[in-house]
């Protein structure tokens, strides 16, 4: 074979064994290989960097929040008698919602359309459409939006990701600071958490109850957007690496059981339907920077109208949290929910988890080792040592028999939330300054006298009025 080109070598035009290719275009093309090798490799290696800063710490207004790199299990199983399972969501309930949500079919404006965004002052029969960006329960949003919000869902926006979806900090256009959660997609799991979210919270405004701003339908994908809450979780702040003190103080931790107790009772004695929310634990319960509570994620939340006392369902929740009726025989209600409030107590107070395998034999399942210990009567050894100020003995026992009345294996005697409020917040109550003032008249009765008036409510007390705990 001939050289062409006059300056190239007679070697590099020789053919080669491999597939007959020359030998400098072999060279090339193991060169051009090399390269991707290199670019692969540096961009795994720049990927695997860029996450492992990123989990460290997130900034917020009160500093850093800890997070905690833990595994939750969750329970999701059926009862033996599938015949049995009820839907808690009535047929009618079920087509209301589909009109209101299902963003992609087209159709005519009402008429008569809304005016009221916040409180959902729709028409049952409005007819929706993609154009129409407020359909009662919030405000619809693209999903250029929602991408432009979090910069195409970047991983550094990631705040949160659990069993139903990645969590993301977004910025609105208008410059508002939102959450977004995209749900995954599983077997329908997306199309009906979403649903279930929309109904159950979508017309709600409570200060302790997360607030659905809007939300975005688009092919498969399914986005819920919420207000952002800047302080992290609960579960964090028991739980994470928050050094030899806890910021959470013991003023601070009631404040936040009180605040969350405000939420359910909501849900519970101020919504009809009322709704049960089915998944109370710590990483549910949001703080924000003055450390009131808001509680969250209402993708398991069911509705149980008036008329009934219970619903037959699919036990699903968090091991440890889940109410021992309901995770042997189905039967969900609200009291399924104080239960859970009960263990989250407990783990306020303790700064233990539910189920802790690092823990000795006895002392694994928290409820088991509560009851132990006051039993015992060693109730002050329960206290989180990383609180630097002990509670009062007052205070700490008001605390234990909540968690105790709450976990009670008789149903029926387990307290309503709003009467949970009640006791929790008997601090509040102006006993003390009326004593203070008695006292300045020298009418002075004794501290017995006064404090065996507060109203510990039993399970016949009347109901709690709706401004304590609104």
């Known amino acids: 074979m001939t050289a062409s080109g006059g300056g190239d070598l007679p070697e590099m035009s020789t053919k080669t064994s491999f597939f007959g290719l020359k030998l400098f275009i072999f060279i090339a093309i193991l060169f051009a290989i090399g390269i991707v090798i290199v670019l692969i490799f540096i961009f795994l290696c720049f990927r695997r960097n860029s996450k492992k800063h990123g989990s460290v710490v997130k900034k917020h207004s009160s500093g850093t929040i800890p997070l905690v790199s833990k595994d939750i299990n969750v329970v999701k199983h059926k009862p033996r008698d599938l015949s049995e399972i009820e839907d808690v969501v009535e047929p009618k309930k079920n087509e209301i919602l589909e009109m209101k949500v299902e963003i992609g079919r087209r159709g005519k404006k009402s008429e008569g359309e809304c005016s009221d965004v916040s409180y959902g002052g729709c028409s049952e029969t409005t007819s929706l459409s993609v154009e129409d960006p407020n359909i009662g329960w919030g405000r619809w949003y693209s999903m250029k939006e929602v991408e432009f ?248 026992k008001r605390a234990l028999l909540v968690c105790l009345r709450c976990i009670d294996l008789d149903v029926i005697k387990r307290p309503k939330m709003g009467q949970i409020v009640h006791m929790l917040e008997a601090d509040d109550f102006p006993f003390r300054s009326e004593l203070r003032t008695m006292r300045e008249k020298d009418q002075v009765p004794s501290h017995a006298d006064i404090y065996s008036k507060v109203p510990y409510p039993s399970k016949h007390a009347d109901p709690v009025e709706k401004s304590r705990w609104r």
């Open 149 to 396: 919000a979090t910069r195409g869902f970047a991983q550094e926006n990631v705040i949160g990701e659990g069993g139903y979806g990645i969590v993301y900090r977004g910025v609105l256009q208008d410059g508002n600071v939102v959450a977004v959660k995209n749900l995954f997609n599983n077997k329908g799991q997306a199309e009906k958490e979403f649903k279930v979210e929309v109904e159950a919270i979508g017309k709600v405004r409570h200060k302790n109850l997360v607030r659905l701003v809007g939300y975005c339908a688009e092919g498969a994908k399914r986005m819920l957007v919420y207000e952002y809450i800047d302080n992290g979780n609960l579960e964090q702040w028991l739980h994470g690496d928050v050094g030899s003190v806890s910021p959470l103080t013991w003023d601070i931790r009631m404040r936040i059981a009180i605040s969350t107790a405000k939420g359910l009772a909501y849900l519970h004695e101020g919504l009809e339907p009322k709704v049960v929310h089915r998944d109370i634990k710590s990483s549910n319960i949001l703080l924000d920077k003055n450390w009131n509570a808001k509680v969250s994620d209402f993708g398991l939340a069911k509705l149980l109208g008036s008329e009934k006392t219970h619903v037959t369902t699919r036990v699903m929740g968090t091991f440890g949290y889940v109410s021992p009726e309901y995770a042997s025989t189905g039967m969900l209600n609200e009291r399924s929910d104080v239960y859970s409030f009960g263990v989250l107590l407990m783990e306020i107070i303790t700064g233990r988890s539910p189920i802790d395998y690092s823990k000795p034999p006895g002392e694994m399942n928290l409820v088991d080792w509560f009851k132990g210990m006051v039993a015992s009567r060693r109730g002050d050894e329960l206290v989180d040592p990383l609180i630097e100020v002990q509670p009062s003995p007052r205070s700490l």
